[in-house]
């Protein structure tokens, strides 16, 4: 499986961005879709999961409140809706595919190219 990471920009704190991720490939429906992010000089973080089968979420206490992750099976694509933006969120931001549900990084095998978001203050 193929993943393609796109919808980053530049926007200014408070405004929104929805980041897609399309998946060349069939997504399973034991798979996991996590969408992660890595700021200048940090370690790539955890931002939120969904479930394939059933849509389970999970999200990183930083953005939980402000970020929705959701899915369309029909599309084979997943998606991050992003609200309240903070210039703290600046990052890439990476999807990913697991065989788990986690929140670990390298429990995640197929990654994306990365769609880069700045938020101004």
């Known amino acids: 499986v193929q993943l393609q990471a796109s919808g980053g920009g530049l926007v200014q704190a408070g405004g929104s961005l929805r980041l897609s991720c399309a998946a060349s490939g069939r997504i399973f429906s034991s798979h996991t879709m996590g969408w992660f992010r890595q700021a200048p000089g940090k370690e790539r973080e955890f931002v939120a999961y969904?479930?394939?089968?059933?849509?389970?979420?999970d999200y990183a206490d930083s953005v939980k409140g402000r970020f929705t992750i959701s899915k369309s099976s029909a599309e084979n694509t997943v998606y991050l809706q992003m609200n309240s933006l903070k210039p703290e969120d600046t990052a890439v931001y990476y999807c990913?595919?697991?065989?788990?549900?986690?929140?670990?990084?390298?429990?995640?095998?197929?990654w994306g190219q990365g769609t880069q978001v700045t938020v101004s203050s």
């Open positions: 969904i479930t394939w089968s059933y849509g389970r979420t």
């Open positions: 990913a595919r697991s065989v788990q549900r986690s929140r670990i990084v390298g429990e995640y095998t197929n």
